[in-house]
């Protein structure tokens, strides 16, 4: 809990928390959260083996009794997604730019609720209007606040709330969305 998830030292620091909570508002206690993002230069570190430290951005945590978790990454940064083949060309030919709105992705399980997986996109972001992949929600906008003062330079506060499991489907939707 409150680790840092960013090892290359790049990047403005950032505080993420809040908290997991079933949809009548209760606490889920020991959920599992697991997040990733790009680095400040906008390439997640699959993307750069030997130049970046394997993992980095990278972190799993469980939440506390209260549900919450915390953790420390960098504010994210938009980044294009590859365009040197045929998703380029498509771009182009119907003229949008390949840019994704900086955002933390997320993928929260806990026994007896339904996986998510989503992301969290910084409010403000140039992009917002225009992800190349279509993510984004407007419940999904999290604030990202300066942060005078604490360790960190930023900070952001995004509670998630898990739908129960389905029994009789056990089904569950889940979004690809970036590396
Ligand atoms: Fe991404």
């Known amino acids: 809990m409150g680790d840092t998830i960013t090892l290359d030292g790049k990047g403005e620091s950032c505080l993420f928390?809040?908290?997991?909570?079933?949809?009548?508002?209760?606490?889920?206690?020991?959920?599992?959260?697991?997040?990733?993002?790009?680095?400040?230069?906008?390439?997640?570190?699959?993307?750069?083996?030997?130049?970046?430290?394997?993992?980095?951005n990278r972190g799993?945590?469980?939440t506390d009794k209260d549900g919450a978790y915390a953790f420390v990454g960098i504010k994210p940064t938009s980044y294009p997604i590859p365009d040197d083949g045929p998703v380029g060309r498509m771009?182009?030919?119907?003229?949008?730019?390949?840019?994704?709105?900086?955002?933390m992705h997320f993928l929260v399980t806990a026994p007896g609720f339904q996986k998510l997986v989503t992301h969290t996109f910084v409010d403000g972001d140039q992009y917002l209007e225009s992800d190349a992949v279509f993510g984004v929600k407007a419940s999904l906008v999290a604030r990202v606040e300066p942060s005078p003062g604490d360790v960190t330079?930023?900070?952001?506060?995004?509670?998630?709330?898990?739908?129960?499991?389905?029994?009789?489907?056990?089904?569950?939707?889940?979004?690809?969305?970036?590396p």
């Open 17 to 56: 928390e809040g908290r997991v909570l079933d949809p009548t508002g209760v606490a889920i206690a020991d959920a599992r959260v697991e997040v990733w993002s790009d680095n400040a230069e906008g390439y997640y570190d699959v993307q750069q083996p030997g130049r970046q430290p394997r993992w980095n």
């Open 60 to 62: 799993t945590f469980l």
């Open 91 to 103: 771009l182009d030919a119907l003229d949008r730019h390949p840019y994704r709105p900086a955002h």
């Open 153 to 178: 330079q930023w900070r952001s506060h995004f509670d998630f709330i898990l739908d129960p499991a389905i029994q009789s489907q056990g089904a569950v939707h889940t979004r690809k969305c970036g």
